[in-house]
């Protein structure tokens, strides 16, 4: 988990001509405002009432610009955000203190944009910066009206009102909203239409303090998805933007609402207040249970207040002195907010898919890694996997061959063919003293001698003497019997356990695993299994003693491969161009052939961006001569007059042919533009993988040039594989760069100098759908109205 950390508080006071300078007051740190009260004569000479009150937060922003308001209180925020952690910005105060405008802003004006607005900008910008990552943008609109949820967002047509009512649910991985629509954006302009959508759904109300007073509390939420684009990576992180706007607490008596505005604000008034008990409880350190069910509101914002995110409070107050009592109280509640601490933490998850396929591609990897030592051991065809019924037969017979004696030693493969001769062993030897007991009992009839009955019973017969010896014919011609002597029994047994016991001292006196042994033991043992098939006993005890004093394994000198023989060094380095030239050639070929595919990669993207943006000049200036042709049948149809048909415009088959071919035009151009979109995204992806191969290539370059011709030949050695000086870690000198060619200069210039499209195009285009939408909608069901008349 995360360090904790305190809520963040802010005071946003409202603009106004009618400023009570005399009761409020701010300090120079900016961070502090002093409330002062004059006393109220009426209660006599004796008075009590408390007249000043200072209140230290975060920040007070006083007439400032929605700029200055975001740069404060949400720009942090959604930066890290992007990096893993949850967000929450909540909006709180009296009604018609400037909440929503805060949060949303004015949609008519770009410039006075709000808070929400601009994040949503500002996770695309991010995510445009993040080329190696791929990151996913959801969002959704959840407003609590009379204590009842409802999605925003379901007037959508490809959504459509929900069947059962939505439900808060609580999960180990958090709090969410059963029921509710979550929308995938891939762009700015999709995520602004869905924010217009859900505004135009918005329940309001007037009354005397507020002409447009929003009667619901609105939670705007980011879902934000990044996965690494490289698939070796299977960590990816989640996150997710709280944007919250509360609805205002009002005193009745002076919004003097009524009927259903005042039902409005009871439920109101009773979830803030429940929303404040929350906020003392969390504020307490001694509380132990936090009423977050009270109502939907606080358990909706469950993992916001107190959880496992970064959160800020924005408190909206009024500057007159009128509104003084009302301004106090929220006040309060910011400065309870301040005591509540969170625990935000990165939310990191992993890709299963992603796992097995790195773990299947790591044991590719170690398989081709045995098997490159099997072929410096001079072991060829080794097998690591399970071995099946056949090869498991096929030890079994070599077990049964060297205890027999036909064979002489059992060559070591790997550890799997270990484990499985011991075992074969094992089985062998139970198989064996089943055999010798089954021979036995067929001979003899076989007594138990701690069976003392039995015993003294054959004793009577005269089978056995007193001190248990057979009774039999002294010249051998008869048969005895009775208990046979272990000593007596056949001896396959034993000597497949003295055959066994030997092989196993004797690996064990070449591991140096037991204690020392005569050379008498030595020239009657032989040893059955061996380590390597020409490696001598002598050889072996050195290795293990190198082994011992150096802590690490080398090959056997004799079974190392011979090394290839250098071309004698120069005596004046080549030119760094020539080297070069050689050097990619060589052992910078590989690296050399990625960097080139890369750039022929590159290099098509950029033809087929540079194919598309002709192809959407050409749709634009067909859609400017459209818009002329109709412009002209426009004007000559109000110079010659216009014909209605029931309220509906006549024109001519021309223009609506024009009409139709201008709707089409668009549609092109809208899908051209989105491919340009994508192939951008491409070529900055593409570009950066060529800026990487070729800065390795130049490292290497630089590594090998200087190992090559500037590291004295006695040290030469230790650049070895294996030895004490690691690839790379010699000083480098300065060489020619690899420089860019005339396309890559023409791609930067165009880059560098083409002005971007102002960033307010996305905003104004998703206010236009969507004002088009609703003016359709409307118009349609007017003519509804109209035919059911």
């Known amino acids: 988990m995360g360090t904790r950390k305190k809520v963040h508080a802010f005071v946003r006071v409202k603009p106004t001509d009618d400023f009570a300078h005399e009761m409020i007051k701010y300090g120079d740190d900016n961070k502090t405002i002093d409330i002062h009260l004059k006393k109220d004569t009426r209660r006599g000479v004796v008075n009590n009432q408390q007249t000043d009150w200072s209140f230290k937060l975060d920040g007070v922003l006083h007439d400032a610009s929605q700029d200055l308001v975001y740069e404060t209180v949400a720009k942090d925020v959604v930066s890290q955000a992007l990096n893993g952690y949850n967000g929450t910005i909540m909006c709180y105060g009296q009604t018609g ?60 047509p490809y959504v459509g009102p929900s069947v059962t009512p939505m439900t808060i649910v609580e999960s180990p991985q958090g709090v969410f909203i059963k029921g509710l629509s979550v929308h995938l954006t891939s762009q700015e302009e ?48 989640t996150s997710k933007i709280n944007l919250v706007d509360l609805a205002g607490s009002e005193r009745l008596g002076k919004s003097r609402s009524e009927g259903r505005v005042l039902k409005e604000a009871t439920y109101i008034n009773k979830s803030l207040s429940f929303l404040e008990q929350a906020i003392i409880a969390l504020g307490d350190q001694k509380r132990d249970h936090i009423p977050f069910r009270q109502c939907k509101l606080t358990h909706a914002l469950k993992d916001s207040l107190g959880g496992n995110c970064n959160m800020v409070l924005v408190t909206n107050i009024y500057g007159e002195a009128s509104q003084l009592e009302e301004t106090l109280s929220s006040l309060r509640f910011a400065s309870r907010m301040k005591l509540v601490t969170t625990e935000p933490a990165i939310n990191e998850k992993y890709d299963a898919e992603r796992m097995v396929k790195n773990l299947e591609k790591e044991l590719a990897l170690l398989k081709q890694e045995l098997a490159i030592h099997d072929s410096l051991a001079n072991r060829t065809l080794v097998n690591y996997d399970p071995m099946d019924e056949i090869q498991i037969a096929e030890i079994n017979s070599q077990v049964r061959r060297y205890l027999e004696g036909t064979l002489d030693e059992i060559d070591i493969i790997n550890l799997r063919q270990i484990q499985e001769v011991f075992n074969q062993f094992r089985v062998v030897l139970s198989q064996q003293e089943q055999e010798v007991e089954s021979t036995l009992r067929r001979k003899y009839t076989l007594i138990d001698k701690n069976d003392f009955a039995t015993i003294s019973a054959v004793q009577k017969a005269g089978l056995v003497d007193d001190d248990g010896h057979l009774v039999g014919e002294p010249d051998g011609q008869g048969f005895g019997l009775g208990v046979a002597p272990f000593s007596t029994r056949p001896g396959k ?14 690996l064990a006196r070449k591991e140096g695993a037991s204690s020392p042994v005569s050379g008498k033991d030595l020239d009657a043992s032989t040893s059955k299994i061996q380590l390597t098939p020409s490696s001598k006993d ?42 070069f030239e050689d050097f990619k050639n060589e052992r910078g070929s590989e690296i050399n052939r990625i960097f080139k595919e890369n750039k022929s990669i590159l290099n098509e993207r950029r033809k087929r961006a540079s194919e598309t943006t002709q192809r959407i000049n050409a749709i634009k200036r067909e859609i400017d001569m459209t818009k002329e042709a109709l412009n002209f049948h426009k ?16 024109i001519d088959e021309e223009e609506f042919l024009l009409i139709l071919k201008l709707k089409d035009l668009k549609k092109q151009y809208r899908t051209e533009y989105q491919d340009l979109q994508d192939l951008r995204a491409e070529i900055q992806y593409c570009q950066h993988l060529v800026d990487q191969c070729r800065h390795r290539l130049l490292m290497e370059f630089d590594i090998w040039y200087n190992e090559s011709f500037f590291v004295p030949e006695d040290l030469q050695a230790a650049l070895k594989p294996g030895g004490s000086i690691r690839p790379g870690m010699m000083p480098l000198s300065r060489i020619v760069s690899l420089g860019e060619d005339d396309q890559d200069r023409f791609s930067r210039l165009q880059q560098t100098m083409l002005p971007e499209g102002p960033d307010s195009v996305s905003f104004y285009n998703a206010k236009v759908k969507t004002e088009q939408k609703h003016n359709y909608l409307k118009t349609m069901m007017g003519l509804q109205q109209t035919h059911r008349k």
């Open 493 to 506: 047994k034993s000597k497949s356990k003295k055959m066994f016991k030997e092989q196993l001292s004797s």
């Open 97 to 156: 203190a400037g909440k929503t405008y805060t949060m949303t802003g004015a949609t008519e004006n770009y410039k006075h944009r709000g808070i929400l607005p601009r994040v949503l900008q500002q996770v695309f910008k991010m995510i445009e910066e993040r080329p190696t990552q791929a990151i996913t943008v959801r969002v959704s609109y959840l407003e609590i009206y009379n204590e009842s949820l409802f999605d925003l967002l379901s007037t959508l």
């Open 635 to 650: 004007s000559l149809r109000e110079k010659q007059g216009e014909y209605e048909n029931k309220g509906l415009m006549i």
């Open 538 to 579: 002598g050889d072996v005890k050195d290795m293990l003693l190198q082994d011992r004093e150096t802590s690490s394994i080398e090959p056997l000198a004799s079974e190392s491969p011979k090394e290839e023989l250098r071309p004698p060094r120069p005596s004046t380095p080549p030119t760094k161009p020539v080297a």
């Open 190 to 237: 999709d995520a602004f239409s869905l924010l217009f959508e859900g505004e135009t759904n918005r329940i309001i109300a007037s009354h005397t303090m507020n002409k447009n007073s929003s009667r619901s509390h609105c939670i705007f939420t980011i879902y934000v998805e990044a996965h690494s684009r490289t698939l070796s990576d299977e960590k990816y992180i």
